[in-house]
């Protein structure tokens, strides 16, 4: 299991750190999985080496992995700026989104904006469709009720604009509109 840690370092410093830096942070308090949960139970159980790709720089590195003496499972301690399971850092992959979602840009010309050593345009549509049922399908109702809680008076955003309509799937269109209003509420939280 994964779990997220945030980091102040920067890709390249993180890299270029002389020790592993998971190896300094403080362990979580409880196993992350369900099933376990037990207290005071994470040790340090070695490293493993991972790639971040920022568009113009790849950058090998070093992961802490944790084991739970309790349930026997392990997990690793993750910098904030990578994504889990893809090899780009996660600032690239805001700036596609937003470029697509809330620019407008059609995916030849927001090729033209990312690093020529950047992702493939399949890997770019990908991540827009990911985006799509993750947050337009998946969380969009919920994030919009958690709002509307804290702030009852909140206006939740109108109609797709009208460049989300160049998908010629139905289905397609209505995560990528699901995806643009919960980009939009995101921001007001």
Same mark, same amino acid.
């Given at each position: 299991m994964v779990i997220v840690t945030h980091f102040s370092l920067s890709v390249k410093q993180y890299a270029q750190a002389e020790n592993c830096p998971g190896r300094t942070i403080e362990l979580?308090?409880?196993?992350p999985h369900p099933a376990c949960q037990a207290r005071a139970s994470l040790i340090r159980w070695g490293t493993y080496q991972r790639w /971040?790709?920022?568009g113009t720089d790849a950058y090998r590195l070093c992961i802490q992995r944790l084991r739970c003496q309790a349930c026997g499972r392990t997990h690793s301690l993750l910098p904030d700026f990578v994504h889990p399971y893809r090899q780009y850092? =996660?600032?690239l992959l805001q700036q596609v989104i937003? =470029?697509?979602l809330i620019v407008g840009l059609g995916?030849?010309?927001l090729m033209k904006h990312l690093p020529a050593a950047g992702p493939a345009p399949e890997t770019v549509r990908e991540w827009?469709? /990911?985006f799509a049922y993750g947050a337009g399908h998946l969380l969009l109702a919920a994030l919009s009720r958690f709002l509307l809680k804290l702030a009852p008076h909140t206006q939740l955003p109108g109609p797709a604009p009208p460049h989300l309509a160049r998908s010629r799937q139905v289905q397609h269109y209505q995560r =990528?509109?699901?995806a643009h209003a919960f980009w939009q509420v995101a921001e007001q939280v």
């Amino acid at each position: 299991m994964v779990i997220v840690t945030h980091f102040s370092l920067s890709v390249k410093q993180y890299a270029q750190a002389e020790n592993c830096p998971g190896r300094t942070i403080e362990l979580p308090e409880r196993c992350p999985h369900p099933a376990c949960q037990a207290r005071a139970s994470l040790i340090r159980w070695g490293t493993y080496q991972r790639w /971040a790709v920022t568009g113009t720089d790849a950058y090998r590195l070093c992961i802490q992995r944790l084991r739970c003496q309790a349930c026997g499972r392990t997990h690793s301690l993750l910098p904030d700026f990578v994504h889990p399971y893809r090899q780009y850092v =996660l600032k690239l992959l805001q700036q596609v989104i937003w =470029l697509y979602l809330i620019v407008g840009l059609g995916f030849g010309r927001l090729m033209k904006h990312l690093p020529a050593a950047g992702p493939a345009p399949e890997t770019v549509r990908e991540w827009v469709r /990911a985006f799509a049922y993750g947050a337009g399908h998946l969380l969009l109702a919920a994030l919009s009720r958690f709002l509307l809680k804290l702030a009852p008076h909140t206006q939740l955003p109108g109609p797709a604009p009208p460049h989300l309509a160049r998908s010629r799937q139905v289905q397609h269109y209505q995560r =990528l509109s699901q995806a643009h209003a919960f980009w939009q509420v995101a921001e007001q939280v």
